[in-house]
């Protein structure tokens, strides 16, 4: 139950993070989607005891910022659509 709890907010915070308006609110959000992300990613990570190296999901440190960096990008282009012509499509390649 609390994995699934969990795992819907790290949903509902990538989506605020995406809708904040201001610096400290993205700050805000941004704190709780990685120390949601974190304990979600201990869970799911064994114990070195227990697995060797090989069996443990490598994790690049730049995870949790890439995510807030495609929500920049999400908010960057939903701001370029409301001001670009109707036919117009931004370039999504992430």
Do not use: C
């Not at 509902?12 to 904040?20: E, G, H």
């Amino acid at each position: 139950m609390e994995r699934f709890i969990r795992h819907e907010n790290i949903k509902r915070y990538r989506k605020l993070l995406r809708d904040a308006k201001g610096e400290a609110e993205r700050r805000l959000i941004q704190k709780l989607l990685t120390e949601a992300e974190q304990k979600e990613l201990a869970e799911k990570t064994p114990l070195p005891s227990i697995a060797s190296t090989r069996d443990v999901p490598s994790q690049p440190a730049s995870a949790v910022r890439s995510d807030a960096q495609k929500a920049d990008q999400i908010q960057g282009l939903a701001n370029l659509s409301k001001t670009s012509s109707v036919g117009s499509r931004p370039n999504l390649n992430w």
